[in-house]
């Protein structure tokens, strides 16, 4: 499937927490005849004393990002950036937020940047797993990512709006029209701002699993019940009330859908030892 950029409903951004802001754009495609939207999503996150962008968004948002960051800061300058991992999605922003905001430090596992972006080696600063920083009356600490496609990989969890951030995890598909080779979490135009309560329905776990199975291709072989074991007990420590995925609406209904979600992988995995 291919993607257009679409305007209006996605050109702002919405405030999940204090402090804490959902920016990003979607892109359109036409499934079966019907238009649908896919997330492409970063979060803002703003403490007393320094403020972090979670992944940089798509490209071709990048007017769209900029304005949302530059409205959401209200004068303020962005101290962090988040890639996730280095992909388009997630990094592809990069060069032009350090362009605009010279002081702005790279974090997280930044082991291969500096040979894509070697005139910015000396604003890379490595985190790993269990680490944290201070934003000022709110920590931000990296976490492993449990679900992941590339090793690479981090989460985050926000200590202050309790969110966790989790990339290219708990994507679903919604009850749309696709085609059969589709394998992203797409939804309708006008509920590119949705939490996951407010859409018309749930996900299902067939749902669910159509989308794993086809974009993290090797849940076919991996049994994730020890990876979903180690996401509850990283919730017990750290309690989010939102879970918030790169391409994917927001997660409200967080205990649901770590079910569902499980439930998917699990049929994923069982369903190619048949």
């Not at 006008?190 to 090797?218: D, H, I, K, N």
Request: hydrophobic residues 40%.
């Amino acid at each position: 499937m291919s993607f257009n950029i679409p305007g209006g409903e996605t050109a702002t951004g919405r405030v999940i927490g204090e402090g804490a802001y959902w920016l990003g754009g979607c892109l359109s495609a036409s499934a079966e005849g019907q238009e649908v939207h896919y997330h492409v999503s970063s979060y803002l996150v703003i403490g007393s004393k320094a403020s972090i962008l979670v992944d940089t968004g798509d490209p071709a948002h990048r007017g769209t990002v900029l304005a949302q960051l530059e409205r959401a800061l209200g004068g303020r300058t962005l101290d962090y950036v988040f890639p996730t991992h280095p992909e388009i999605p997630h990094a592809g922003n990069l060069p032009f937020l350090l362009a605009r905001y010279p002081s702005a430090v790279v974090v997280g596992d930044v082991r291969d940047y500096a040979l894509h972006f070697p005139e910015y080696a000396d604003r890379l600063m490595a985190k790993a797993a269990g680490e944290s920083l201070d934003l000022g009356g709110r920590e931000f600490r990296f976490l492993p990512a449990y679900i992941r496609d590339l090793e690479n990989t981090l989460w985050g969890y926000d200590s202050g709006a309790r969110i966790m951030f989790v990339s290219d995890g708990f994507s679903y598909i919604h009850d749309i029209p696709a085609p059969d080779e589709d394998d992203e979490p797409v939804h309708l135009p006008g509920q590119c701002r949705l939490l996951s309560s407010e859409m018309p329905a749930p996900p299902s776990v067939e749902q669910a699993a159509y989308g794993t199975g086809r974009a993290l291709y090797w849940t076919k072989f991996v049994d994730v019940s020890l990876a979903f074991q180690a996401i509850e007990d990283t919730l017990a420590s750290h309690p989010a009330r939102l879970i918030a995925p790169a391409h994917g609406n927001v997660i409200d209904d967080v205990d649901s859908m770590l079910k569902t979600s499980l439930a998917a992988h699990r049929k994923v995995y069982e369903g190619s030892r048949l």
